[in-house]
């Protein structure tokens, strides 16, 4: 049986070999470890994030992170996604696919006993040899049989077994498996949902901009029929009605796709309804950094612990291919009743008993078994290296969004004071245009310059949403492996 192990109190290059170190397993611990690569170390990206007020020293997310946001709608929306998604579900019918597989494999470690019975009729040849050597044999004849059957091979070389703890690798790996899709359909719906929310915002900032644009052209167009304007500027001001009218069509077809992916993301037709328009999910004031990242991410990550279960059981795979070059010795018996007619079927003369013992020893095979060995050996290999490519991107995917956090969370802070003061200067201007300083045209456009800077913030806005769910979503959304202990 492969080990279970704690994967948060194991260094990860311990953790590795205690999942692949079994006394089943026929493959060196040379050949299980020369080509894992050492973890790399997100200490100085950790260390930058957390200089910074965008980042605090925090736990990993929690299991239902999604409940952080303090959103009702979406968490309603992922709890019936996760019961309701046609992908997660399909998904979950590999673990019992997975399951049955390995009560299969099991079952080889067991005799198989069966129970046969059978009543043939035959018509002899009166001429033929058997009724010449039996003369007093009548012609029409029954053969009836009823038998126990017992077939065992001994798995003295581990062969079976070695496929037995294969399978419950393919089993834990299709578990871990499951889990990466409900984290990657919950962090899915919760981008859409995020999406859909700053773009109601948007639209509200369109509007105005379409409705600023409007006046300030009409006021172009009553100075142009007073002869106070050319007719230049008028017609710019009406591209620019059309431009802020495109965007109320764009943002609109955005809001209904989004609610489109929203709903079939929860397993609902498109066309359900939702809340629409609602106060905004609150949004993390600074994003949680974990201790010890990089030697804890294994435990914490689906798709890295799925690899992991696959590696070990192509580890097991290859003990199994080896064990094809030794003898397989296995035993059939036979117990039961034979007899000509059913009235003397059942006494002690018609009982039969027989035990056949077998010993099968490949002595040529033109290179089939050890061909074999090298598959299993390059599958084998073929995953640890798939397992060095995803620790490193999984890593990757850390550091880059510490990098972009504290971009995006900066950005937003000075954007933020950007508003403020766009915002000031258009209080300032329409006092001035209340003393008579200051046309409404000047008035117009600094209520247009204030606008577009709000569009900004809500576009960083919602780009601080990505990185907070994407950020999760690369700390494993609150997954933790088997046999791990939650201390986060």
């Not at 049955?100 to 099991?106: F, G, V």
């Not at 069966?114 to 001429?127: I, R």
């Not at 001001?237 to 709903?263: G, M, P, R, T």
């Not at 800077?453 to 919602?462: A, C, M, R, T």
Request: with cysteine; aromatic share 12%; hydrophobic share 40%.
């Amino acid at each position: 049986m492969p080990l279970l192990f704690t994967c948060r109190l194991l260094p990860l290059p311990l953790a590795i070999l205690c999942l692949l170190s079994s006394c089943c397993i026929s493959i060196s611990k040379k050949e299980r470890t020369k080509n894992f690569r050492p973890t790399p170390s997100l200490q100085e990206s950790r260390e930058k994030a957390l200089q910074t007020t965008s980042f605090k020293e925090g736990l990993w997310p929690a299991k239902n992170w999604w409940k952080e946001y303090d959103s009702k709608e979406l968490t309603c929306l992922i709890e019936m996604a996760l019961k309701n998604n046609p992908s997660i579900l399909a998904v979950r019918e590999r673990i019992n696919f997975a399951k049955n597989e390995s009560i299969i494999a099991r079952s080889a470690l067991f005799p198989f006993i069966y129970f046969d019975a059978g009543d043939q009729w035959q018509y002899l040849s009166q001429s033929g040899l058997f009724r010449h050597l039996n003369p007093n044999i009548p012609l029409n004849n029954n053969q009836i049989d009823f038998s126990l059957s017992f077939t065992y091979e001994f798995d003295f070389w581990y062969k079976y077994r070695n496929l037995y703890n294969a399978a419950l690798g393919r089993q834990r790996a299709s578990i871990a498996e499951s889990a990466q899709v409900d984290l990657i359909t919950s962090v899915a719906l919760a981008q859409s949902y995020f999406a859909l929310q700053t773009n109601f915002l948007r639209r509200r900032l369109y509007q105005e901009l379409y409705d600023v644009r409007l006046k300030y052209f009409n006021l172009q167009t009553r100075l142009l029929k007073n002869a106070l304007y050319s007719k230049l500027t008028p017609l710019l001001s009406e591209e620019a009605v059309f431009q802020a009218q495109q965007w109320l069509y764009d943002i609109n077809q955005e809001i209904a796709v989004d609610k489109h992916i929203i709903n079939i993301l929860a397993g609902r037709g498109p066309d359900a309804p939702l809340c629409g328009e609602g106060p905004l999910p609150v949004l993390p004031i600074q994003l949680s950094l974990p201790k010890n990242i990089s030697s804890d991410l294994l435990a914490r990550r689906p798709d890295l612990m799925a690899q992991i279960w696959r590696v070990d059981a192509l580890a097991y795979d290859v003990g199994a291919a080896k064990a094809d070059f030794w003898p397989d010795i296995n035993i059939t018996a036979l117990i039961g009743f034979q007899a000509g007619s059913w009235n003397n079927l059942f006494e002690w003369i018609s009982k039969t008993v027989g035990a056949i013992p077998g010993l099968s020893l490949p002595l040529y095979t033109a290179g089939m078994i050890g061909a074999n060995v090298d598959a299993k050996q390059a599958l084998y290999n073929e995953a640890v290296f798939q397992y060095n490519d995803l620790i490193l991107k999984s890593l990757q995917q850390v550091a880059d969004l510490l990098a972009i956090g504290r971009a995006v969370y900066g950005e937003k802070e000075k954007q933020s004071q950007i508003v403020a003061n766009s915002s000031y200067r258009y209080e300032l201007t329409l006092l001035r245009q209340k003393k008579g300083l200051d046309s409404a045209l000047i008035a117009y456009q600094f209520q247009e310059e204030l606008i577009q800077k709000q569009l900004e913030d809500v576009k960083l806005l919602y780009q601080q949403y990505m990185v907070s769910v994407s950020l999760i979503k690369a700390l494993g959304g609150g997954y933790l492996c088997a046999g791990g202990s939650l201390n986060g």
